[in-house]
Every structure is written in structure tokens, then in C-alpha cells.
């Protein structure tokens, strides 16, 4: 399970957001990674992956994300919030055996 | 470059059955473990079902099991969602996701995939 925390997160532009996401095993798998991720869905868009084994940015992530954590807790930070971070996060841990995704329930992130 | 299409959504009846393709292109599908991801309007994400790259092992969220089925034809670049005894709150949209392949390297950079989903409304 994974729990996530605030659920819904007013910002006003130019400040900080953290996301907290908190999973109820250890995320450590056998090959010695830490499948965490954090995605981002936009009003009306599909989810886009933003940071992968914890703290890696994917291709194209502005570096105000930033991720951070280990074994149950993570964070989720966006330095100085924009109008386009609008939108909904997710944390997500993935396992290969089973083959399966764990979804965290996600925070709203809107323009105080 | 990659791309991930959903098709077959649409309106059925509660205890109707339902097939979900997802065809993709741009990448070696027959190498990568694939995954149904459903979200119910208005509601968060929630994965619904896996499949391995040869198809050999599936796994499937406790609320389908027994009722969905996940399958792929790697010479064709698709991916299937067999649904039946389908119930309202199996409606949502229905997204279609690729996972890293299967024998991945720890250390590599596997970006991930996502179709722009298929809507499937279960209504009488």
C-alpha cells in the first residue's frame, strides 16, 4: 500500500511543493534498486513518468522536480511551482515478481 | 518514435464482455513487459493487469480476477484486455502502459509509455 500525503496541495506561484509518499514495505528490490517513481498527470492528459528509481529525473523533467527517500518514505519537491504543474501526482512502486504496479492515491496540486 | 494506441472502449451493458487492443510501434515490443492501468472518472490510478514480454506470466488486480484477461500477439506489436461479467464500476478509462523489457539492466534508462487511453462506460 502506498499513502500518500497531503491529497490535495494549494500553492501559490514561485513557492515550494512537497509531496510525501509513504509505502508499507520496503521498496528495496533484488536488484539492489529502489522502484519508486513519480508521475504526473495534467487535467485531461495521460500520466507522464517524472522521476524513476527515486531521484532520477526522465528526459525533459524540468530540474525544479526533484525526488528524494529511501526504503518506505519518499518525497516528492517542486522548487518553485508553475502554472503547468497543475495537475495530479502519483507515487507508483513497481515489482518484477509479480510483474505488478502499486499506485499511491494521489495529490492535487492547484494554484493558490 | 514510440507510439501507444488504445482501441475497443464503448458503452456495454453489466455481464457484457469487452476486448481492449493496444497496438504499439517504435520500440521492440516482443522485448518489454506490458500493463493495463484503469482510471474511474474523477478517481485515481489503478493498475489492472501485467503480462510478460513472451506472454508466459500474467497478474491481474484482485477485483478482475477471474473476469479479465491480458494477452499479446508479439508479431503483430499488440496488446489485448479480454473483459467479461464486466460491472459498473469497471468503468473508466482504460490506459495502456509499457514497463521496462524484461531482462533489463539495473543500471539502465528505460522511459516509459503511455497510450491516451480507451473509455469503457458499463451502464444499463
Known amino acids: 500500500v502506498m499513502t500518500q500525503s497531503p491529497l490535495s496541495l494549494p500553492v501559490a506561484l514561485g513557492q515550494p511543493a512537497s509531496i510525501s509518499c509513504k509505502s508499507s514495505?520496503?521498496?528495496?528490490?533484488?536488484?539492489?534498486?529502489?522502484?519508486l517513481n513519480w508521475f504526473q498527470q495534467r487535467p485531461g492528459q495521460s500520466p507522464r513518468r517524472l522521476i524513476y528509481k527515486v531521484s532520477k529525473r526522465d528526459s525533459g523533467v524540468p530540474d525544479r522536480f526533484s525526488g528524494s527517500g529511501s526504503g518506505t518514505d519518499f518525497t516528492l519537491k517542486i522548487s518553485r511551482v508553475e502554472a503547468e504543474d497543475v495537475g495530479i501526482y502519483y507515487c507508483?512502486?513497481?515489482?518484477?515478481?509479480?510483474?505488478?504496479?502499486?499506485f499511491g492515491q494521489g495529490t492535487k496540486v492547484e494554484i493558490k | 518514435q514510440v507510439q501507444v494506441v488504445e482501441s475497443g472502449g464503448g458503452v456495454v451493458r453489466p455481464g457484457r464482455s469487452l476486448r481492449l487492443s493496444c497496438v504499439v510501434s517504435g520500440f521492440t515490443f516482443r522485448s518489454y513487459d506490458m500493463h493495463w492501468v484503469r482510471q474511474a472518472p474523477g478517481k485515481g490510478l489503478e493498475w489492472v493487469a501485467s503480462i510478460w514480454f513472451d506472454g508466459s506470466n500474467e497478474n491481474y488486480v484482485d477485483s478482475v480476477k477471474g473476469r479479465f484477461s491480458i494477452s499479446r500477439d508479439n508479431s503483430n506489436n499488440t496488446l489485448y484486455l479480454q473483459m467479461s461479467s464486466l460491472r459498473v464500476d469497471d468503468t473508466a478509462v482504460y490506459y495502456c502502459?509499457?514497463?521496462?523489457?524484461?531482462?533489463?539492466?539495473?543500471?539502465?534508462?528505460?522511459?516509459?509509455?503511455w497510450g491516451q487511453g480507451t473509455l469503457v462506460t458499463v451502464s444499463s
Open positions: 502502459a509499457r514497463d521496462t523489457p524484461h531482462y533489463y539492466d539495473p543500471s539502465g534508462y528505460y522511459p516509459t509509455s
Open positions: 514495505q520496503s521498496l528495496v528490490y533484488s536488484d539492489e534498486n529502489t522502484h
Open positions: 507508483m512502486q513497481g515489482t518484477h515478481w509479480p510483474l505488478a504496479w502499486t
